[in-house]
């Protein structure tokens, strides 16, 4: 079992960064795909990006390049999303995630995508961004 724990949401004006982490316990190997996904209520929870917990890969969607960073520190068993240039549209509850092999992740993303093949999920860390 693996169980993971969102912090550093908060609110922040347009252009501003936030910090979040993902504390992560339980039994996990470095071949675990860590991702952090978004939602709106009313909407889908969709893919913001994701990383190998070994630290080694990083996908991310193409709403956030260059403006998100997601890594991975295993020894600390954290993985962060640095959040820079926020806009009022990043405003959501985001979530982070874990799933295990087999998954392929190419430039454009990993497969099978989407949140179904993530087995562990966060509770969930409010992000408003105020315009």
């Known amino acids: 079992q693996v169980q993971l724990v969102e912090s550093g949401g908060g609110l922040v004006q347009a252009g501003g960064s936030l910090r979040l982490s993902c504390a992560v316990s339980g039994r996990t190997t470095s071949n675990y795909l860590m991702g952090w996904f978004r939602q709106v209520v009313g909407k889908e929870r969709d893919f913001v990006a994701a990383v190998t917990f070994s630290g080694e890969s990083t996908y991310y969607a193409d709403s956030v390049k260059g403006r998100f960073t997601i890594s991975s520190d295993i020894a600390a068993n954290t993985v962060y999303l640095q959040l820079n240039s926020l806009k009022a549209e990043d405003t959501a509850v985001y979530y982070c995630?874990?799933?295990?092999?087999?998954?392929?992740?190419?430039?454009?993303?990993?497969?099978?995508?989407?949140?179904?093949?993530?087995?562990?999920w966060g509770q969930g860390t409010q992000v408003t961004v105020s315009s």
């Open positions: 995630a874990a799933r295990v092999p087999p998954y392929y992740c190419s430039g454009s993303g990993c497969y099978p995508s989407g949140p179904t093949p993530y087995k562990y």
